[in-house]
């Protein structure tokens, strides 16, 4: 069993940066890979980013590519996501999901938990 827990969403301003956090409990977290989605209002819930169990291996949503950062810390059961260059078309609430696996995925689907969110809101 793995919970999630999301942390530091907030309201910036176009061109910000803010960085998002999620813990996981459960001493399987070095061995699962990890993912971000987001869901803006009256939208379908989208790939952001993934990251495998090692690290060694991440992915990226076209739309975020060169301006979001996933990244984990194995000792503090921690996954994180940097966000620079913020547009408002980033406002959403960001998800941290986990797979039952060490693979990174793009898909909703491959993922077995989630947390419940937090929002962030870019103002132009």
């Known amino acids: 069993q793995v919970q999630l827990v999301e942390s530091g969403g907030g309201l910036v301003q176009a061109g910000d940066s803010l960085r998002v956090s999620c813990a996981a409990s459960?001493?399987?977290?070095?061995?699962?890979?990890m993912g971000w989605f987001r869901q803006a209002p009256g939208k379908e819930r989208e790939f952001v980013a993934a990251?495998?169990?090692?690290?060694?291996?991440?992915d990226y949503a076209d739309s975020v590519k060169g301006r979001f950062t996933i990244s984990r810390d194995i000792a503090k059961n921690t996954v994180y996501l940097q966000m620079n260059s913020l547009e408002p078309e980033d406002t959403a609430v960001y998800f941290c999901a986990a797979r039952r696996s060490a693979g990174s995925s793009y898909r909703r689907s491959d993922y077995y938990y989630w947390g419940q969110g937090t929002q962030v809101t870019v103002s132009s």
């Open positions: 990251i495998s169990a090692s690290g060694g291996n991440k």
């Open positions: 459960g001493r399987t977290f070095s061995s699962i890979a």
